[in-house]
């Protein structure tokens, strides 16, 4: 009874969430759920056409549906994460935020050097090695970044350490194609190399230079595909 209860809760929620994604992505782009239908329906035309002529409509038209509805959802999967990017871009944390819902096995420690400006620096741990990703202006997170790249060196030893500058400025990467910036990176190490490099990462002591965020609230990061690894 109580489970039935539960999960009754629970599914009002997953629509409010639902409606919410859909009122955010009509309003970053009225174009965005014309071409989630449109895909789909244009996957639905494409076995619909291939049971005329091979055949079978029996066949290819359920194919074709259940294919049509995956579509969908990945094109509105896609236009939703481009459409919370565009939310959160400029705001104190929000290379935080896109950093933490990275899939695989990518470590995120927030804000581990920063200033008065909310500029900050954020150490991710995973197959290349060590990332460190700033926000700020490039004149300001210099400093932060040479900072932090000279305190960890010693734990890294002989671990690649890259620095990414997130922002709008030449020479930085925009919040929205950090991820893909990341997931362009040589792997260089083994998970177990990488698990061995965050105990001695852990094993420093702790910088604390300003208070962690503010990481935009109120906004789920919708994951994105699943990295291959090597």
Known sequence: MSNNASDAGKTPGRFQQLRMIVKILRQADPKALPIVVASALGTLALFVAAGL??????????????????????????????????????????AAAVLKSMRGNWTVTEAVNGNRNLDMVHRVVGRPGVVLVSEGPSSRVGPLLGAEKRRISRAAQQVPIYDVQVGTEDGQIPVDKLQRHLMKLPRNLTKGQVAELNDRLRALPQKMQMPKGPVPRGVRMPKGPKPKTR
């Not at 359920?62 to 400029?90: D, N, S, Y």
């Open 53 to 94: 002529v091979f055949g079978g409509l029996w066949f290819w038209i359920p194919l074709g549906l259940l294919l049509a509805v995956l579509v969908g959802m990945v094109v509105f999967g896609q236009l939703a994460q481009r459409a919370q990017f565009k939310m959160i871009a400029g705001q104190p944390g929000a």
